[in-house]
C-alpha cells in the first residue's frame, strides 16, 4: 500500500488514473484501484463492507460515468454491495446461470440398464451401505442421471475409480453409439496423472473390447480443450461448441472464475459435464474458488430425487436439499489411503471440520511440528533434510543411467514451502539449495541433479506450467527429463521455456500430486497467505510421512484461519430466488 493508503500495484493505479480521464471521481478510483488489487489476490469482486465504505461515500457512486447497474456495460458494475471489473461480474453470471441451467436438465436414461450396470460395477461388501463403495455407486448414479455431477472427496476417496465406473454405465446406456468422451485438467501434470489412472483402471472393467476402447487413452489440460491462443483467445465457445458428449475435468478445485466460465460456454448442451476435486483444498490462483462455492451449501438432494436415488442404488439415501443443483452433489467420506488412525488421516480431518485445538494437539503429540531453525543455521539445516529426504535420489545420481529410475526416486519426497517469496519463500529457499548443491553449474545455473519447474507454457514443445523435470548429465551433455506417457523426453536447458530450481516448491504447485513424505516450511511469523487450506493441501500430498517447520504464530495463524474470496457466485448458486 502507499502512504495515502491506496494500493500500491502499477495496474491498478492506471486503471484508476484511466477512469479519472473517463470522468469518475476520486472516490471511485480509490475503489477501482482496490478492486483491481483484490481481483489479483483472487477474489472475483469487493464488497464495499471490505472496503470499509461509509454510507454518504457510498451514495456519491450514484450516476458516475463508468460505474453501471448489472445489465449495463461499464467498465464497473456494482451488484447490489458487490463492486465488479464488468468481465468479472460477467464471468460470474454467466456461470451460475450455465451450471443452474445444466443441472435443471435431464437426459434420457435406462434405468433398469442402469440398475443392472450398478450392481456389476460397483458391488458392495456386506455391511457398506453409506461409506466408501456405497458413496462411489451413488455418485455414479448421480453422474448418469444429471448432465452435471459435482463428486468431491479427498485425497484416495476414489474419484477416478469412481469416474471409470461412471464411463462404463454411460457406454453401456447406447453400446451402438459410444458418447464421444473428453478427459481434461487444469494443468498438464494432472492430466497426465488422470490419463495413467483412467488407463490402468480400464483393464479392470466388465466391458466388451470395442466399448472399452472408447475410453480415451490421453488427458489434455483445459487450455488445450478449449483450443486456446494468446491472441485469439478460445476457439470453442457457444458458436463453436466441443464435439463432445461427456467431459471430465480432475482437480476442478484449480479452475478459476474465467476458465470455467469458458468451459461452460462450450460446453453443448447436451453434453455431461463431471467436475472432480477436493473442496477443502486450496483454490486456483487466479480469480474466484469455483469449486468450494458450488459446493457450499447442499443438505443432500431434494427429497424427490433422493427416494429416486435410493430405489435405484439399494442405498439409504437422505436429503433436504433446495433447488436442481442440490441433486448435483455427492462428497466421497471414506479415504483409502488414509489409515482411520493414522496421525495424516487424523490431521487432514481436523483441518477439514475447522478444529484447530484438535489440529494443534496432532502436531504435538505426533511430535511431526518443530520450529523454524535459527537463521544462521538455516542453509545447513535445509541441506541435511535435503540430502535425508532424497537420499536415494542422490545415490540414483551418482549410479543410474536410466532416467525412470532415478525420478521414482525423485517422486518419493517433497519439500514444500507456504510462500513463493520472502525469507521463508521457495525463491530464496531454492537459491540457497542451488549455492549448496551445484556442482560444477553451467551457463545458466544448470547442473546434473538440479530439479527445475517449467513456470509458462509451451505447446510447440509440449511442457506446460507446472511440469518437472530433472537434469542429468550424459555424454559429456546435461540434458532435462521430463516424464511423458510413451517414456521420457529429454530437452537441453536452454531450450526451456521459463523455469526455475524446484527444490523446494509452494504448496499451490504441488496440487494434484502425492508423495510418500513432505516437510512444509511456514514462515517465520503469521502471514494472511497461510489458512487451514494450506494446511490441509500440504498435509494431504502425503502418502506415509508428514512434518512440518514454522514458527508458532504461524502455525496458530494457519489453524486460526479460512481462507475467503470475495465473490457472489455461491449466492447466485444457492439463493432462493
Same mark, same amino acid.
Not at 19 to 46: F, K, W
Not at 133 to 140: E, I, N, S, V
Not at 384 to 409: D, M, N, S, T
Not at 464 to 490: I, M
Given at each position: 500500500?502507499?502512504?495515502?493508503?491506496?494500493?500500491?500495484?502499477?495496474?491498478?493505479?492506471?486503471?484508476? #488514473?484511466?477512469?479519472?480521464?473517463?470522468?469518475? =471521481?476520486?472516490?471511485?478510483?480509490?475503489?477501482?484501484?482496490?478492486?483491481?488489487?483484490?481481483?489479483?489476490?483472487?477474489?472475483?469482486?469487493?464488497?464495499?463492507?471490505?472496503?470499509?465504505?461509509?454510507?454518504?461515500?457510498?451514495?456519491?457512486?450514484?450516476?458516475?460515468?463508468?460505474?453501471?447497474?448489472?445489465?449495463?456495460?461499464?467498465?464497473?458494475?456494482?451488484?447490489?454491495?458487490?463492486?465488479?471489473?464488468?468481465?468479472?461480474?460477467?464471468?460470474?453470471?454467466?456461470?451460475?446461470?450455465?451450471?443452474?441451467?445444466?443441472?435443471?436438465?435431464?437426459? *434420457?436414461?435406462? *434405468?433398469? +440398464?442402469?440398475?443392472?450396470?450398478?450392481?456389476?460395477?460397483?458391488?458392495? %461388501?456386506?455391511?457398506?451401505?453409506?461409506?466408501?463403495?456405497?458413496?462411489?455407486?451413488?455418485?455414479?448414479?448421480?453422474?448418469?442421471?444429471?448432465?452435471?455431477?459435482?463428486?468431491?472427496?479427498?485425497?484416495?476417496?476414489?474419484?477416478?475409480?469412481?469416474?471409470?465406473?461412471?464411463?462404463?454405465?454411460?457406454? *453401456?446406456?447406447?453400446?451402438?453409439?459410444?458418447?464421444?468422451?473428453?478427459?481434461?485438467?487444469?494443468?498438464?501434470?494432472?492430466?497426465?496423472?488422470?490419463?495413467?489412472?483412467?488407463?490402468?483402471? &480400464?483393464?479392470?472393467?466388465?466391458?466388451?473390447?470395442?466399448? @472399452? !476402447?472408447?475410453?480415451?487413452?490421453?488427458?489434455?489440460?483445459?487450455?488445450?480443450?478449449?483450443?486456446?491462443?494468446?491472441?485469439?483467445?478460445?476457439?470453442?465457445?457457444?458458436?463453436?461448441?466441443?464435439?463432445?458428449?461427456?467431459?471430465?475435468?480432475?482437480?476442478?478445485?484449480?479452475?478459476?472464475?474465467?476458465?470455467?466460465?469458458?468451459? /461452460?460456454?462450450?460446453?453443448?448442451?447436451?453434453?455431461?459435464?463431471?467436475?472432480? !476435486?477436493?473442496?477443502?483444498? /486450496?483454490?486456483?490462483?487466479?480469480?474466484?474458488?469455483?469449486?468450494?462455492?458450488?459446493?457450499?451449501?447442499?443438505?443432500?438432494?431434494? %427429497?424427490?430425487?433422493? @427416494? +429416486?436415488?435410493?430405489? /435405484?442404488?439399494?442405498?439409504?439415501?437422505?436429503?433436504?436439499? *433446495?433447488?436442481?443443483?442440490?441433486?448435483?452433489?455427492?462428497?466421497?467420506?471414506?479415504?483409502?489411503?488414509?489409515?482411520?488412525?493414522?496421525?495424516?488421516?487424523?490431521?487432514?480431518?481436523?483441518?477439514?471440520?475447522?478444529?484447530?485445538?484438535?489440529?494443534?494437539?496432532?502436531?504435538?503429540?505426533?511430535?511431526?511440528? $518443530?520450529?523454524?531453525?535459527?537463521?544462521?543455521?538455516?542453509?545447513?539445516?535445509?541441506?541435511?533434510?535435503?540430502?535425508?529426504?532424497?537420499?536415494?535420489?542422490?545415490?540414483?545420481?551418482?549410479?543410474?543411467?536410466? %532416467? @525412470?529410475?532415478?525420478?521414482?526416486?525423485?517422486? &518419493?519426497?517433497?519439500?514444500?514451502?507456504?510462500?513463493?517469496?520472502?525469507?521463508?519463500?521457495?525463491?530464496?529457499?531454492?537459491?540457497?539449495?542451488?549455492?549448496?548443491?551445484?556442482?560444477?553449474?553451467?551457463?545458466?545455473?544448470?547442473?546434473?541433479?538440479?530439479?527445475?519447474?517449467?513456470? $509458462?507454457?509451451?505447446?510447440?514443445?509440449?511442457?506446460?506450467?507446472?511440469?518437472?523435470?530433472?537434469?542429468?548429465?550424459?555424454?559429456?551433455?546435461?540434458?532435462?527429463?521430463?516424464?511423458?506417457?510413451?517414456?521420457?523426453?529429454?530437452?537441453?536447458?536452454?531450450?526451456?521455456?521459463?523455469?526455475?530450481?524446484?527444490?523446494?516448491?509452494?504448496?499451490?504447485?504441488?496440487?494434484?500430486? #502425492?508423495?510418500?513424505?513432505?516437510?512444509?516450511?511456514?514462515?517465520?511469523?503469521?502471514?494472511?497467505?497461510?489458512?487451514?487450506?494450506?494446511?490441509? =493441501? @500440504?498435509?494431504?500430498?502425503?502418502?506415509?510421512?508428514?512434518?512440518?517447520?514454522?514458527?508458532?504464530?504461524?502455525?496458530?495463524?494457519?489453524?486460526?484461519?479460512?481462507?475467503? +474470496?470475495?465473490?457472489?457466485?455461491?449466492?447466485?448458486?444457492?439463493?432462493? %430466488?
Amino acid at each position: 500500500m502507499s502512504p495515502d493508503g491506496t494500493p500500491d500495484f502499477p495496474l491498478a493505479r492506471h486503471f484508476a #488514473e484511466l477512469l479519472g480521464r473517463l470522468g469518475a =471521481t476520486a472516490e471511485v478510483q480509490d475503489l477501482a484501484a482496490i478492486l483491481m488489487t483484490r481481483v489479483a489476490d483472487g477474489h472475483s469482486c469487493l464488497t464495499l463492507e471490505a472496503a470499509l465504505l461509509a454510507p454518504e461515500a457510498q451514495a456519491s457512486l450514484d450516476g458516475s460515468p463508468v460505474l453501471g447497474a448489472p445489465g449495463d456495460f461499464r467498465p464497473l458494475i456494482l451488484d447490489g454491495h458487490r463492486l465488479y471489473l464488468y468481465r468479472f461480474w460477467q464471468y460470474e453470471t454467466r456461470l451460475a446461470a450455465a451450471l443452474l441451467k445444466r443441472a435443471a436438465d435431464l437426459p *434420457e436414461v435406462d *434405468e433398469e +440398464r442402469l440398475g443392472a450396470g450398478l450392481l456389476r460395477h460397483f458391488p458392495l %461388501p456386506a455391511g457398506d451401505q453409506g461409506m466408501g463403495l456405497g458413496d462411489q455407486r451413488l455418485a455414479a448414479a448421480v453422474a448418469v442421471l444429471r448432465r452435471l455431477a459435482v463428486i468431491s472427496g479427498g485425497p484416495g476417496t476414489g474419484k477416478t475409480t469412481t469416474v471409470l465406473g461412471v464411463l462404463a454405465l454411460l457406454l *453401456e446406456q447406447d453400446p451402438l453409439r459410444p458418447p464421444r468422451i473428453a478427459l481434461t485438467a487444469p494443468t498438464g501434470k494432472a492430466a497426465t496423472r488422470l490419463a495413467d489412472a483412467l488407463r490402468a483402471g &480400464r483393464q479392470r472393467l466388465d466391458l466388451p473390447p470395442l466399448l @472399452a !476402447g472408447a475410453i480415451p487413452d490421453e488427458a489434455q489440460t483445459l487450455h488445450r480443450l478449449l483450443g486456446y491462443h494468446p491472441e485469439r483467445g478460445f476457439a470453442h465457445d457457444a458458436d463453436h461448441p466441443l464435439p463432445m458428449d461427456v467431459v471430465v475435468v480432475d482437480e476442478a478445485s484449480m479452475v478459476g472464475l474465467a476458465l470455467m466460465e469458458a468451459l /461452460l460456454r462450450a460446453l453443448p448442451a447436451h453434453a455431461r459435464l463431471i467436475l472432480l !476435486g477436493d473442496r477443502d483444498q /486450496l483454490a486456483s490462483v487466479e480469480a474466484g474458488a469455483v469449486l468450494a462455492e458450488i459446493c457450499a451449501a447442499p443438505a443432500g438432494p431434494r %427429497p424427490a430425487f433422493a @427416494a +429416486r436415488l435410493s430405489a /435405484l442404488t439399494g442405498l439409504p439415501v437422505g436429503g433436504a436439499g *433446495e433447488g436442481p443443483l442440490a441433486d448435483c452433489m455427492v462428497h466421497l467420506r471414506h479415504s483409502y489411503r488414509f489409515a482411520a488412525g493414522g496421525s495424516i488421516g487424523r490431521l487432514a480431518r481436523a483441518l477439514q471440520q475447522g478444529d484447530a485445538g484438535a489440529a494443534l494437539g496432532i502436531l504435538e503429540a505426533e511430535a511431526i511440528w $518443530q520450529p523454524l531453525p535459527a537463521e544462521q543455521g538455516l542453509a545447513s539445516a535445509l541441506v541435511e533434510v535435503v540430502r535425508a529426504g532424497w537420499k536415494e535420489y542422490f545415490r540414483a545420481l551418482q549410479r543410474e543411467v536410466e %532416467p @525412470a529410475r532415478i525420478h521414482a526416486a525423485w517422486e &518419493r519426497f517433497r519439500l514444500l514451502s507456504a510462500l513463493r517469496q520472502g525469507p521463508w519463500g521457495a525463491e530464496v529457499l531454492n537459491a540457497v539449495l542451488d549455492a549448496r548443491l551445484a556442482r560444477a553449474p553451467r551457463r545458466g545455473g544448470h547442473y546434473h541433479g538440479r530439479p527445475v519447474i517449467i513456470r $509458462q507454457n509451451d505447446g510447440a514443445l509440449g511442457l506446460f506450467n507446472g511440469d518437472v523435470g530433472l537434469t542429468l548429465a550424459g555424454a559429456g551433455q546435461l540434458r532435462v527429463f521430463f516424464p511423458g506417457r510413451e517414456g521420457f523426453r529429454a530437452f537441453a536447458p536452454e531450450r526451456l521455456p521459463a523455469h526455475e530450481s524446484a527444490w523446494v516448491m509452494t504448496v499451490h504447485q504441488s496440487q494434484g500430486s #502425492e508423495f510418500d513424505d513432505i516437510l512444509l516450511l511456514l514462515p517465520d511469523a503469521d502471514n494472511p497467505v497461510l489458512s487451514r487450506e494450506l494446511l490441509y =493441501t @500440504a498435509v494431504t500430498r502425503a502418502r506415509r510421512g508428514v512434518r512440518l517447520w514454522g514458527a508458532e504464530a504461524a502455525l496458530r495463524g494457519a489453524l486460526a484461519r479460512r481462507m475467503a +474470496r470475495d465473490s457472489g457466485l455461491e449466492a447466485r448458486l444457492w439463493s432462493s %430466488p
